[in-house]
């Protein structure tokens, strides 16, 4: 495809250096027609009710950890971002009385201070892990739920993250939302500097990334202020540790879940339809799971709105 230069920032590679027409043709679906995309090895399914939509979404943690025996262990990576499943399938997991202690779990993210060169404490408002503990895992009663040691968190340092992905558990699924710059976890574009600074970068250099330190594109950090930080732009760290495409390609199962709270009507529509076509590009890191086999956007009908010019 030939690349325009971005709108937002022309320091950065993203969805808005993509060709016009296939902006268009996004913009012109409706949600019948978003409905219609699956093919194999990539499913949509429409949910109705917010209700159904995150029961259905806590019900992938709770087949992940049914799966899971001590000779066989299996976990499920999962997001801040939605986080209204959380508490769900604690409650699920207590009410059933499940033994989840041979389940994992990995974090998909958190957030990196450069003064430090670590990731922020848990004390910090912001901080993934702590959402993690307190929304689900502190919330499931201590003879059921897993020990510490089977909770993966991302660090500064990732190489223990890294090797927990090789270490003999099979990770069933990788729940993930899509943010405003069309990434999941924090796999954003990349800046356009150094060999990427006039050439775009390839497939083959995206999906070569592992579990790393990035730099934020300026829209995440919008996002994130917007969605968890009442909009003040300024106590949103600019730096993440992110699990990375070739981790990513390690679960069987990539699940979206899309309920019109993160990314716009246009976002919601143009990352579904490059998967649908087989159309990957790195100035849209979500359109890569083209190329995995296995993968399910879950959407909220209510949320998906519309691309039509409305004034307000």
């Known amino acids: 495809m030939k690349l325009r230069t971005s709108s937002i920032s022309p320091d950065w590679w993203d969805y808005t250096c993509l060709p016009k027409d296939l902006v268009e043709e996004a913009a012109r679906l409706t949600p019948r027609d978003i409905a219609k995309l699956s093919r194999p090895g990539f499913r949509v399914v429409m949910y109705d009710t917010l209700e159904d939509f995150y ?184 730096m993440a540790i992110t699990v990375g495409p070739v981790e990513t390609w390690k679960a069987e199962k990539v699940s979206i879940w899309q309920a019109g709270c993160h990314d716009n009507p246009f976002g919601q529509r143009l990352t579904a339809l490059m998967i649908s076509k087989g159309i990957a590009d790195p100035c849209v890191p979500m359109s890569l799971l083209a190329d995995h086999l296995n993968v399910q956007f879950n959407y909220y009908r209510g949320g998906l709105g519309s691309c039509a010019v409305e004034m307000h």
């Open 55 to 238: 029961l259905a979404e806590a019900l992938e943690y709770i087949d992940a950890w049914k799966q899971s025996t001590a000779d066989n262990p299996v976990g499920i990576c999962g997001p801040i971002g939605p986080t209204e499943q959380l508490p769900l399938v604690a409650r699920l997991v207590n009410e059933l009385g499940l033994d989840v202690r041979s389940g994992h779990f990995w974090g998909m993210d958190e957030w990196f201070d450069p003064a430090t060169g670590k990731e922020v404490p848990v004390t910090h408002p912001l901080s993934f892990e702590k959402a993690d503990r307190e929304m689900l895992f502190n919330r499931i009663a201590k003879k059921q739920r897993m020990p510490d040691a089977h909770l993966h968190f991302p660090k500064a340092d990732t190489r223990a993250y890294r090797a927990s992905w090789d270490a003999g558990v099979r990770c069933a699924v990788m729940q993930g939302g899509q943010g405003d710059v069309k990434h999941w976890a924090f796999n954003d574009p990349l800046p356009r500097r150094g060999k990427f600074k006039s050439v775009a970068p390839k497939v083959a250099d995206y999906r070569a990334l592992t579990t790393r330190v990035v730099e934020l594109h300026p829209l995440t950090i919008a996002q994130n202020a917007r969605t968890s930080g009442g909009g003040n732009i300024s106590m949103v760290p600019t």
